[in-house]
């Protein structure tokens, strides 16, 4: 949750401490390189794509993510 005004942080960081604000901090740039690791990588070969080869190419992943969203509900349900 965010604070609206400057001096709500600086009086939550005297009760609370710093270590919520490095644990967030942590979490953040965890979350960061795993996105950057997900990424698909940007090089030449992305640039000399066409835009149907483009369009074909996001249709599989979308296929792929829709098929694993499934297989995690399939497994969520029969927990």
């Not at 490095?22 to 794509?49: M, Y």
């Not at 483009?54 to 927990?79: C, F, P, V, Y």
Request: glycine share 4%; proline share 8%; no cysteine.
């Amino acid at each position: 949750m965010g604070m609206p005004y400057p001096e709500d942080r600086a009086r939550a960081r005297m009760d609370k401490g710093e270590q919520p604000y490095k644990d967030a901090k942590e979490a953040v740039a965890e979350e960061r390189v795993e996105l950057e690791r997900e990424a698909p990588p940007f090089d030449a070969a992305t640039r000399r794509r066409t835009p149907e080869q483009e369009t074909e190419l996001q249709e599989q992943r979308i296929e792929k993510r829709l098929s694993d969203i499934g297989d995690a509900a399939k497994h969520h349900d029969e927990e």
